[in-house]
């Protein structure tokens, strides 16, 4: 059965201090992998899409990595605006279908 | 660009009535989905399209209708409201499930 976990569930940091979410998934045939962001009340804003082992991609503080059975989203220096529920998702190649992680709220206090 | 756009916003219903939750957007995506999101269950696929009368099921289907027939709009339509429906529903479209989908806002639903 396709499965995408994200750990932690929450994370606590102070403002500077780096640290990384980790998205593991079971799918079969994997297509992509895509994080979002998502603020309370609001619907989940795309970040980034991954789609082979090794790729990279940054935008600001954020990198998002891929290998063969994981996903990371580093954040460097974060600062409070980058409070948020982070969510991963992994496109499955056989059955078509987006599967979501149950994402990690971060909070980054000053 | 409006985007994603859903309504309504917030809705009561009892248990028994049934509704549509609207859904429409205007970048001419292919794709459209709904997704569910409850609380510590992550987003749940309910149904989705990938095309104008072309929809299939996703994870958690039953209760719940679609249809497809235009680009724009996909609404979502629950046949006979139960508790269990109370959630809050997503709309979202692209231009290939290969790319990153853009979410409306939401729409919170209570059931009682």
């Known amino acids: 059965e396709d499965q995408v976990t994200q750990s932690p569930e929450a994370l606590r940091l102070q403002e500077g201090e780096s640290s990384s979410l980790n998205c593991s998934y079971t799918v079969s045939g994997l297509r992509g992998l895509f994080w979002y962001r998502q603020d309370p009340g609001k619907g989940p804003e795309f970040l980034f899409t991954?789609?082979?082992a090794g790729e990279e991609k940054e935008k600001e503080r954020l990198k998002a990595t891929l290998t063969k059975k994981e996903s990371f989203l580093h954040i460097t220096a974060p600062k409070p605006e980058d409070s948020a529920t982070y969510l991963c998702a992994a496109l499955s190649g056989n059955t078509g279908k987006l599967i979501f992680g149950q994402g990690t709220t971060l909070q980054v206090k000053p | 660009n409006a985007g994603v756009t859903q309504t309504p916003k917030f809705q009561v219903l009892k248990t028994g009535q049934s509704m549509t939750l609207q859904c429409a957007q205007d970048?001419?995506?292919?794709?459209m989905s709904w997704y569910r999101q409850d609380p510590g269950m992550g987003l749940r696929l309910i149904h989705y399209?990938?095309?104008?009368?072309?929809?299939d099921q996703g994870e958690v289907p039953n209760g719940y209708n679609v249809s497809r027939s235009t680009t724009e709009d996909f609404p979502l339509r629950l046949l006979s409201a139960a508790p269990s429906q109370t959630s809050v529903y997503f709309c979202?479209?692209?231009?290939?499930?290969?790319?990153?989908?853009?979410f409306g806002s939401g729409t919170r639903l209570t059931v009682v």
């Open positions: 991954l789609y082979s």
């Open positions: 399209s990938v095309g104008a009368g072309i929809t």
């Open positions: 979202a479209s692209s231009y290939s499930d290969y790319y990153g989908y853009t």
């Open positions: 970048m001419n995506h292919e794709y």
